[in-house]
């Protein structure tokens, strides 16, 4: 079965320290996405890539950045957390044209205290 | 600028009950349309995934109709059961500068009570 693995199911950390949370699939897609959902807000696109070394900013990039060295690995980075990006992060993976649509991680709930 | 639209946001229903949920989107120029469910806490999981040459798609009790020409789509459940009860939402593939992200709405509740 496909899988899109996220690291860590909880996390809490302090203000300002620098956060990764990994994002892994299996499928040999191109795409990969990383998304934050807030209840009232729905999901929003923090940043997505379609290539290795290659990233692009989606609608809320702002105190983010992204890692992606191998296919397979997206990784986001919070350089200096704080409280307002306390949230559930979700990750997803797809095909270039997504004939195959989209598959999503099982998500990580990110607590900034 | 595309936009989705759920309506209704929440739905309370007896077990049993037929239900449809609906979509809509602002731009018909969509090449498919993906169905999720999202448990409290969870992740998604994808239910179906509709292209645009296709009207519907079935998986057990669930059906999915899309529309392009008129910016919708339903999600039917049948015989509604309270292992139903999650959060559904839809999205469409969104192609900016070249490359592609999904549009989501922000979901319909479901309730099915026992």
């Known amino acids: 079965d496909v899988k899109v693995t996220q690291s860590s199911r909880y996390l809490v950390k302090r203000t300002g320290e620098k956060v990764f949370l990994e994002c892994v699939q299996d499928m040999d897609h191109e795409n990969m996405f990383w998304y934050r959902q807030d209840p009232g807000l729905g999901l929003r696109l923090i940043y997505f890539?379609?290539?290795?070394?290659?990233?692009e900013k989606g609608d809320i990039p702002e105190g983010y950045s992204v890692s992606r060295e191998k296919k397979e690995r997206f990784s986001l980075i919070l350089e200096s957390a704080s409280t307002n990006q306390t949230s559930m992060y979700l990750c997803?993976?797809?095909?270039?044209?997504?004939?195959?649509?989209?598959?999503f991680g099982s998500g990580t709930r990110l607590t900034v205290v | 600028k595309q936009e989705v639209t759920q309506i209704p946001a929440a739905l309370s229903v007896p077990e049993g009950e037929n239900l449809v949920l609906n979509c809509s989107f602002t731009d018909s120029a969509i090449y498919n349309l993906q169905w999720f469910r999202q448990d409290p806490g969870k992740g998604l999981t994808s239910l179906l995934l509709?292209?645009?040459?296709?009207r519907e798609q079935t998986s057990g009790r669930l059906n999915a109709s899309l529309d392009k020409s008129s910016g919708r789509s339903t999600l039917y459940i049948a015989a509604s059961q309270p292992g139903d009860s999650a959060t559904y939402l839809c999205a469409v593939p969104k192609t900016q500068g070249g490359s592609e992200k999904l549009v989501f709405g922000k979901g319909t509740k479901l309730t099915v009570n026992p």
């Open positions: 997803a993976s797809s095909t270039m044209g997504t004939a195959d649509g989209y598959t």
């Open positions: 890539s379609y290539d290795v070394k290659m990233k």
């Open positions: 509709i292209q645009s040459s296709q």
